[in-house]
């Protein structure tokens, strides 16, 4: 292994880390808000979770429409990276935001827009995963789920815009709010370095997934291409030597 | 007179799909006889498991319907997936006929038996929940945008995984969540009605969203039909 190889290898487990902990520290840190104490500081991981999934699955979107003109396989590797990424943050903000709404709403679960279009688009994307699993051909792997990919962004204005389309227990945007952030100035800027460092996290991962992503293509092409044993082969000819 | 050898226009391409696809379904009576019979069971069930509080029923099954409908209908669109083998496959594109056409004809005869299957069904649920259609103007045509869009996007998810592995298990699972708009569109016009508002904005959501399908579907044929 070269030392090349090496840096690129470990450098996104170092920066994860950093910004994990900067997250952590910039939480902690914080004042508590005076209506719901401790349990606001989930907000700073829910929120820039969330955000990471719009980001994750518009950049699927925009790598699926990349592959589809270029027919560059990094392309496909990118979307599928980010679109795992985009599920496993989905997944994070769905779990936070319901751990938070059971004390505060007193139920895990609520039939509002925004949870509900949240959950859908999550079932979209594990769709997305599933038909990348479809087939061994990367050609048409790829082409398909680019096509997919492109399809399924039309989620994410849904999910964001659901909390001013529909009347919803949510709340607005926190920091997209037209009228400007409706927080304490503190609270806006640790909510903002949260979201930095978990943009951050998504880059380092999205390394990570690339890199062995091009590896199991490598091994899947490996294993298409590799000529195995002939039928037959295991058939020695008899001994006809003479006095056999 | 014409040239034996000429290729048929795109209209008639399209014809030729909706003539084949109703024809199998004719021989095969999929549609009529086993996923039409099972959305009625289906209808039949929920109030053997909810209990059978006449009101109650009353006030769910206009929901229970369109719950019904975009399950099930999902089989009815997708039933190529399952039904089409690789060598047919490969002998439709053999043909020359426009990928696009294909897709057309695909989805316009999943749409009419997508339209009987409601019709069926809205019957049944009147019968026996005890449903009082409103909003006779809007009714057909909420049922026929449902349909086509339907149509539209369980064609557009099978000519994706129609090769892969587990195609028929997957497709479900690509549409049923994309169909919420359908979903949402359908209900809410319909409430709208039954409240005196306009269901206007939830009739165009609907006619967008088919809109949206056929142009991806369209678009998208022939680099799926390469990639076959």
Do not use: C
Request: glycine share 6%; net charge positive.
């Amino acid at each position: 292994m070269t030392s090349t190889q090496h840096r690129t290898t470990v450098w996104p487990w170092i920066v994860m880390a950093v910004a994990g902990l900067h997250t952590f520290v910039a939480s902690m840190t914080v004042s508590p808000d005076v209506v719901q104490g401790q349990l606001s500081r989930i907000m700073y991981v829910h929120v820039p979770a969330a955000w990471l999934a719009y980001l994750a699955f518009g950049v699927t979107m925009f790598a699926s429409a990349m592959y589809l003109w270029k027919k560059d396989f990094r392309w496909d590797r990118r979307a599928l990276a980010s679109a795992e990424i985009g599920v496993l943050f989905t997944a994070l903000a769905i779990g936070l935001g319901m751990i938070w709404a059971k004390p505060t709403w007193g139920v895990w679960w609520t039939w509002d827009a925004r949870l509900t279009l949240t959950s859908i688009m999550f079932f979209v994307y594990l769709g997305y995963l599933a038909l990348r699993r479809t087939t061994d051909n990367l050609d048409v792997r790829a082409a398909r789920s680019a096509i997919f990919g492109v399809l399924a962004v039309v989620q994410v204005p849904l999910v964001h815009f659901s909390v001013i389309w529909w009347r919803t227990l949510h709340q607005p945007p926190t920091l997209l709010n037209p009228e400007g952030p409706a927080m304490d100035t503190a609270m806006v800027i640790t909510l903002l370095i949260a979201v930095a460092s978990f943009t951050v996290i998504y880059v380092a991962m999205m390394f990570k997934r690339i890199e062995l992503a091009r590896l199991e293509d490598e091994v899947l092409v490996a294993d298409q291409t590799s000529s195995g044993p002939v039928a037959g082969q295991a058939v020695t000819a008899p001994g006809l030597t003479k006095g056999s | 007179m014409t040239d034996a050898g000429a290729t048929p226009g795109f209209f008639a391409q399209v014809m030729t799909i909706v003539r084949r696809d109703l024809l199998r379904e004719r021989r095969s009576g999929e549609v009529l006889w086993v996923t039409l019979p099972f959305g009625a069971i289906a209808l039949l069930l929920v109030p053997l498991a909810i209990g059978t509080d006449a009101p109650t029923l009353q006030r769910i099954g206009p929901g229970m319907f369109w719950v019904i409908v975009m399950l099930f209908g999902v089989l009815i669109a997708i039933r190529q997936t399952s039904a089409e083998t690789q060598a047919q496959r490969d002998m439709v594109a053999l043909t020359g006929l426009d990928p696009a056409a294909i897709f057309v004809g695909r989805s316009t005869a999943s749409f009419l038996l997508l339209v009987v299957f409601q019709t069926v069904l809205g019957a049944v649920t009147i019968v026996l929940y005890n449903v009082t259609p409103t909003g006779w103007a809007v009714l057909p045509v909420v049922l026929l945008l449902a349909a086509s869009g339907l149509a539209l996007l369980g064609t557009l998810a099978a000519s994706i995984v129609s090769t892969g592995r587990s195609a028929t298990a997957l497709v479900p699972l690509l549409v049923a969540p994309l169909s919420v708009p359908l979903l949402l569109g359908a209900t809410q016009a319909l409430e709208a009605i039954r409240l005196g508002r306009s269901s206007l904005v939830w009739v165009l959501l609907m006619a967008t969203v088919g809109l949206l399908l056929a142009v991806a579907g369209i678009l998208s044929a022939r680099p799926l039909q390469e990639t076959a």
